[in-house]
């Protein structure tokens, strides 16, 4: 987690501005957040309120065995979508994107809500490119495995045999997969506009 901060350091000082360190919150079942409470099943969360990360353990087992999306990597991978979450709130993007989705249709509201999803997976691919020394062999496919599994269309066709497109919130698995690719190849966030 310091490792996450230390980089966003870096890139905003790069940019001129100053970073607030988000704070790392793991839970199991239960958590009371500055956002209200939630349980685990909700799954890892950010908190603008407190900005808080909200990790829920048992989602990493998850991860592992349902989604076969194993390794440090693809752990890494969903710590750095949430801090992506937290770099949205001190850019100013996330209210941005509250204040559009107030004014407009459903439809266009959820293609809002995945646009942010979408950039947040941007800013998580920065991160890994800008550690890519830290990485050993296969960690970019663990974090593309992790992406690719917890894609709209991947989950809702296992869960529900089809898939529904207008119900998406965080994009199909190759949205997430281009998006993480996206900021790891370019380590630059300035590729993620929405």
Wanted: proline fraction near 3%.
């Amino acid at each position: 987690m310091a490792l996450a901060d230390k980089t966003w350091e870096q890139i905003f000082k790069e940019a001129g501005q100053t970073y607030s360190p988000a704070t790392i919150n793991f839970f199991t079942g239960n958590v009371q957040s500055g956002c209200g409470a939630a349980s685990s099943a909700v799954g890892p969360f950010y908190c603008p309120a407190d900005n808080g990360v909200y990790l829920d353990t048992a989602f990493f087992q998850e991860l592992d065995q349902q989604f076969q999306a194993s390794g440090d990597a693809a752990r890494i991978y969903v710590v750095a979508h949430e801090m992506g979450h937290h770099i949205q709130n001190l850019l100013g993007t996330s209210d941005q994107v509250s204040q559009a989705q107030a004014r407009a249709s459903e439809t266009e509201s959820n293609r809002l809500s995945v646009g942010l999803e979408l950039q947040a997976d941007c800013f998580a691919g920065v991160f890994f490119g800008r550690n890519r020394a830290r990485m050993e062999g296969g960690d970019i496919e663990e974090g593309m495995t992790a992406a690719n599994a917890i894609g709209d269309d991947t989950l809702q066709q296992g869960a529900q045999g089809g898939v529904r497109p207008e119900s998406f919130t965080h994009g199909t698995s190759a949205q997430r997969m281009a998006a993480l690719r996206k900021g790891l190849e370019s380590g630059d966030p300035g590729v993620c506009a929405l």
